[in-house]
């Protein structure tokens, strides 16, 4: 922080004083003390932009900061963490810090990065010699090479593999490291340092027999990669052969070769025997001539596809590898435009290879094609049956229709709210303070449920927790008679709610006069092997679990700690987050 940062508030002592205090208070203290002092703050802190939340607010005036911090380096936002701790580092991303190394200046003259990189190659030169990088390098390597690992490769190649599944996993945005890498360069207008440049000019001006340097090249490289070489080969297959016995291994390439091992197993059995991904082996398949195997319905995607079929008689098409090529979706109905996911809880956990994009990718891969794609989990399927039926039977338009307008609006309990949302809810209860239901023929049929918002650093004012009808019923105009009927008894300025992508598509939302906000990223679930109950992520937070693991590693992060005790953990595909504002 800068001398010109400092900046004095034009506040009374006492009011201070208070707002001083408010971090020192228990979480639900401070959330009277934050709803007490709401308007003071928003009005010593009006220049501030909107968006700012009311935690970073009192951080600014608690600290004399004139205005929210921003970034030394490219002067955009900085990340504010919490009242207590305040701002995240000296920059907004780690692209920045980097690049404040190169400006700042030490003692000596130069820069921060500059000054550290001296230091740390005097000292190694000082304990091991001037050639102890090199050393170390072949040293490394040489090791890497004469370690063999339990399946008969060696280090080097385990490396070599694992690089290559890195660069293969796709992440939120839909593209692999390689593909990202490349993206950002074209952005950049292609690499720009000036060897790179300097290389290009050269090759570009240096024509020879009317070709440049680029195309000769490319011509001798083609040229030695068709040398026949021994055994009748070229270099090119030779090369081809080696990468892929480095990668796989010498028994699982003989095996990936035999045809009679191929047409005896499914995909999915080849994959787990031999540690592959699923598209190597569509790809040897399709290689060799090989027709795939129809994949086998599992009883999971049976229970679905009876409950589909009880509402809907068009043409239903399953494991189809057509819609999002080459990925697999498991029920289609073309008409509709609609599709099912049927996930496992086991199969689709991270450790079976389901990382955090995995579902997400899917849902988006599918919308780009027109196609709305539901998932639904193991657990939902053989807990909450009814419900599930429920909510395709509504999707499909087969619920029963009744019309606000014909029900009244009624208080209800918490004991109420807990009843109507274990049965009629895919999440279940949540605890809320305000709970209305819609009342017909003395029977409540639809319930929404309001409270603080969980999210401590959102700075709305209320959250919509939960809405739902009951089972096998559509209430027309329920969610907009509900609401209506919320804001005009607590008059609130905002309100914030999640809508859960693996179902909703936020279209009841914007029907009730919601705005979009953003999406977040994927959440997870903890489960036990062996087991289809999903636990919440913050039960086992890693400084609770020295008390809930049998075994608990300091050193060990919390996803380590889980897998060293049994566990493993599902990825959903995040929320959509809405708004209502005044």
């Known amino acids: 922080m800068s001398s010109e940062d400092i900046y004095q508030y034009d506040i009374d002592t006492e009011l ?26 928003s ?11 009311i935690d970073e607010r009192l951080y600014c005036i608690i600290n004399n900061l004139k205005e929210p911090l921003k970034c030394p380096v490219c002067r955009g936002k900085m ?66 090479k004469s370690i063999v690992m339990d399946d008969g490769r060696t280090a080097a190649e385990h490396r070599t593999q694992k690089r290559l599944k890195t660069a293969s996993i796709v992440g939120d945005d839909g593209l692999t490291s390689y593909q990202r890498v490349a993206y950002n360069n074209h952005k950049r207008g292609g690499y720009t340092k000036q060897n790179s440049i300097k290389r290009h ?33 070229t270099l090119r297959q030779l090369a081809s052969v080696k990468m892929s016995e480095s990668i796989l291994g010498e028994k699982v390439l003989e095996l990936l070769n035999d045809a009679d091992y191929l047409k005896s197993k499914t995909t999915f059995e080849i994959s787990s025997e031999l540690g592959v991904a699923e598209s190597t082996i569509v790809k040897r398949r399709n290689k060799l001539g090989i027709p795939h195997p129809a994949t086998p319905q599992s009883s999971l995607e049976r229970i679905v596809l009876d409950i589909i079929k009880k509402y809907y008689s068009g043409e239903i098409i399953c494991n189809t590898r057509r819609i999002i090529t080459p990925k697999e979706i498991d029920i289609y109905i073309p008409d509709l435009n ?13 450790r079976q290879g389901k990382y955090r994009g995995y579902h997400l990718n899917k849902t988006r891969m599918c919308k780009e094609v027109g196609v709305r794609l539901i998932h639904i989990f193991e657990n939902e ?72 918002p969980r999210n401590k650093n959102t700075s709305e004012q209320y959250e919509l927790i939960r809405y739902c009808s009951e089972a096998g019923t559509t209430i027309v105009g329920g969610a907009s008679k509900l609401l209506k009927h919320f804001i ?55 400084h609770k679990l020295s008390k809930v693991l049998e075994s608990f590693d300091e050193s060990l992060s919390e996803w380590e700690n889980m897998k060293a005790n049994g566990y493993d953990r599902i990825w959903d595909c995040g929320n959509l987050v809405y708004k209502w504002c005044k």
């Open 488 to 542: 005009k008894t607590n008059k609130p300025k905002s309100i914030i709610s999640y809508c859960d992508r693996r179902w909703g598509t936020g279209n009841l939302y914007t029907s009730i006069g919601f705005e979009f906000v953003v999406e977040t990223r994927p959440n997870y679930f903890y489960f036990k092997q062996g087991s289809i109950e999903l636990h919440s992520r913050n039960k086992f937070q890693k």
């Open 43 to 53: 009005n010593l802190t009006k220049h501030f932009p909107e968006d700012v939340k």
């Open 338 to 350: 609609l599709a099912f996911e049927v996930n496992g809880i086991y199969r689709h956990g991270e």
């Open 16 to 41: 201070l004083k208070e707002l001083k205090n408010i971090p020192n208070l228990p979480s639900s203290t401070r959330t009277v003390e934050y709803k007490k002092h709401r308007e003071d703050i």
């Open 201 to 233: 000019n050269t090759l570009m001006n240096d024509i020879i027999d009317g070709k440049n340097g680029y195309q000769r090249i490319g011509e001798k490289s083609k040229e030695t990669l068709d040398t026949i070489v021994d055994g009748g080969k």
């Open 79 to 144: 990340k504010f963490r919490r009242l207590s701790s305040g701002y995240q580092g000296k920059t907004c991303s780690a692209k920045c810090g980097q690049k404040i190394q190169t400006i700042e200046l030490s003692d000596n003259g130069v820069t921060v990065k500059q000054s550290a990189a001296r230091k740390r190659l005097e000292t190694i030169n000082e304990r091991y010699g001037e050639d102890a990088f090199s050393t170390m390098a072949k040293k490394r390597e040489e090791n890497m």
């Open 381 to 452: 399927i053989l807990e909450k049956r009814h419900i599930v039926e429920s909510r395709i039977k509504n999707i499909l338009g087969k619920s029963k229709r009744i019309y606000a307008r014909k029900c009244s609006v009624v208080e209800c309990t918490s004991k109420q709210a807990t009843e109507f949302m274990e049965r009629n809810h895919i999440q279940g209860p949540c605890g809320s303070r305000f709970r209305y239901g819609l009342m017909y023929n003395n029977e409540i049929v639809a319930m929404m449920t309001f409270g603080l």
